[in-house]
């Protein structure tokens, strides 16, 4: 198992930015794609973003296509989100995942070996 720990949540006005961070550690990260998830009140864990093990190849909800971006440093064992142009619609908790499997994407809870803890994101109007 990967253990992830995230930081860098918080509170923006609508059209802001946030940069979330996730750092690893356990299994060699470096094997594992990773990707975020996130949850808002009363609604289901849905897919935000992925990046591959290589970090070569990217999957993004359409919702969040040009706005986000997701990258890996593999030596710091780190992953991070990149979010622009924030909507108040996008208040959730996110949570960095890492994939069950070396060569599977993350683009669903079932494909998910590891979690973060969470970390809220409030976007206000």
């Known amino acids: 198992q990967v253990q992830l720990v995230e930081s860098g949540g918080g509170l923006v006005q609508a059209g802001g930015s946030l940069r979330l961070s996730c750092a690893a550690s356990?299994?060699?990260?470096?094997?594992?794609?990773v990707g975020w998830f996130r949850q808002a009140p009363g609604k289901e864990r849905e897919f935000v973003i992925a990046?591959?093990?290589?970090?070569?190849?990217?999957s993004s909800a359409d919702s969040v296509k040009g706005r986000f971006t997701i990258s890996r440093d593999n030596a710091k064992n780190t992953v991070y989100l990149q979010m622009n142009s924030l909507k108040p619609e996008e208040t959730a908790v996110y949570y960095c995942?890492?994939?069950?499997?070396?060569?599977?994407?993350?683009?669903?809870?079932?494909?998910?070996?590891?979690w973060g803890q969470g970390n809220q994101v409030t976007v206000s109007s």
């Open positions: 356990g299994r060699t990260f470096s094997n594992y794609a």
């Open positions: 995942a890492a994939s069950r499997a070396t060569l599977e994407i993350p683009r669903s809870p079932a494909t998910v070996g590891s």
């Open positions: 990046l591959s093990w290589s970090g070569g190849f990217t």
